[in-house]
Every structure is written in structure tokens, then in C-alpha cells.
T-cell receptor, first 118, second 111 residues
Framework: GAVVSQHPSRVICKSGTSVKIECRSL??????MFWYRQFPKQSLMLMAT?????????EQGVEKDKFLINHASLTLSTLTVTSAHPEDSSFYIC??????????????FGDGTRLSIL | RKEVEQDPGPFNVPEGATVAFNCTYS??????FFWYRQDCRKEPKLLMS???SGNEDGRFTAQLNRASQYISLLIRDSKLSDSATYLC????????????FGTGTRLQVTL
């Protein structure tokens, strides 16, 4: 089945550090990838939609200069949290839609990245 | 008002019990509906799609009522392994449709 690999799974770093998270579709091509954030006991909230070869579309309230998204190929999207602060600590999850539409799932999710900023 | 609303629970039920979760959505243009399961500190996993005609997958039955904008999930003969958070998910139509998640309902099945 379709697999999405997200790396790293866990990050602990000091305030002010920039953190890059990778999301790869391993056996399918994804023109569209999605980045979500989930705070404890809350729902997954869509941050942005990443489109291969074009600028990402950010949801209202999400700072595009803070959360840099690059989708340079059909199998890779990256999210960079720039100058991270403790309030950015959260569970970040990516997902990808199969370009060919072979899957019965609307999106395939990565394992998530737990980010802790000290 | 939230786009997708769920009772957060927790629902504490004994093994073998039947439990039902409800979900309401506010966007009448919503086209596709799903139940996902999320274990603690893990990514969500698709449990089943939801259709107006109702659909069943083993011990799980999902139902959609478009007129009331209401979705349900019924779990029969609960197992300990069913303990998780169940997320109601809604999308609008089209290839660019986004998933909108409810906050989830926590289920704890006990001995």
C-alpha cells in the first residue's frame, strides 16, 4: 500500500533553532501534500497545502514566513519551522494524495514529528 | 461554531459493550465523510468511509444523515484494542479538497 515517510520522528532543540521536517511519498507520486499540526487533546489543524512546483497555500492564521514549505519534487515536501519557540512545540503530521488516484484513501499520512522546543 | 463537532468523551466501556459516537458538520456542501482512528502520539489511520446508505465493516457500522448533517459510528463487541481516539473527518468535493477533522472522541475499553 501507499507509504508516506516523515522524518525526523522526534526533535528536541533550543529556542531560536530552525527545524526542517521531511515528508516523502515512497511508492507513489504526490502533486499535493498537506501539513497539519496537532496540540495536545486538540484536533489536527491544517496548516498549509503544498503543491509541487508552486507556492504553498497557507491556512488563515498560519505565518508563511515562519513555516516555510518547499515541494520541489513529486515525492518530497519539506516544512521548516524557522526560529522555533516553545509555543511551536507540537505534533506535526504530513499527508499526501496519490496523484494517480489509485488509493481508496483520501490522503496517506506520515508517522508525524513530535517537536519540543526548550 | 466548529466545522466538525464531536463529544470528546472519554467513553469508558467494558469489553463486549456496544458504543456509539456521533458527529455533526456545519458545511452543507461537504461531500465525503470518514472515520479515522488515532492512537496516542500516532498518526491518524483510516477506519472507514461513511455513505448515506450506511456501511458495515465487521464490528463497525457507520451511518450518514445528510439532512441532519450527522454522522455516526457504532462499535459492537468492544475489544481492549479498540481503545483510541476516533476522529470524524469531512471533505468538500474536488481533487483539491481538504480534510477537516473533528477533535475526536476518546474511547477506553476496560476489562
Amino acid at each position: 500500500g501507499a507509504v508516506v515517510s516523515q522524518h525526523p520522528s522526534r526533535v528536541i532543540c533550543k529556542s531560536g533553532t530552525s527545524v526542517k521536517i521531511e515528508c516523502r511519498s515512497l511508492d507513489f507520486q504526490a502533486t499535493t501534500m498537506f501539513w497539519y499540526r496537532q496540540f495536545p487533546k486538540q484536533s489536527l489543524m491544517l496548516m498549509a497545502t503544498s503543491n509541487e512546483g508552486s507556492k504553498a497555500t497557507y491556512e488563515q492564521g498560519v505565518e508563511k514566513d515562519k513555516f516555510l514549505i518547499n515541494h520541489a519534487s513529486l515525492t518530497l515536501s519539506t516544512l521548516t519551522v524557522t526560529s522555533a519557540h516553545p509555543e511551536d512545540s507540537s505534533f506535526y503530521i504530513c499527508s499526501a494524495r496519490d496523484r494517480a488516484g489509485h488509493s481508496n484513501q483520501p490522503q496517506h499520512f506520515g508517522d508525524g514529528t513530535r517537536l519540543s522546543i526548550l | 461554531r466548529k466545522e466538525v463537532e464531536q463529544d470528546p468523551g472519554p467513553f469508558n466501556v467494558p469489553e463486549g459493550a456496544t458504543v456509539a459516537f456521533n458527529c455533526t458538520y456545519s458545511n452543507s456542501a461537504s461531500q465525503s465523510f470518514f472515520w479515522y482512528r488515532q492512537d496516542c502520539r500516532k498518526e491518524p489511520k483510516l477506519l472507514m468511509s461513511v455513505y448515506s446508505s450506511g456501511n458495515e465493516d465487521g464490528r463497525f457500522t457507520a451511518q450518514l444523515n445528510r439532512a441532519s448533517q450527522y454522522i455516526s459510528l457504532l462499535i459492537r463487541d468492544s475489544k481492549l484494542s479498540d481503545s483510541a481516539t476516533y476522529l470524524c473527518v469531512v471533505t468538500t468535493s474536488g481533487t483539491a479538497s481538504k480534510l477537516t477533522f473533528g477533535t475526536g472522541t476518546r474511547l477506553q475499553v476496560t476489562l
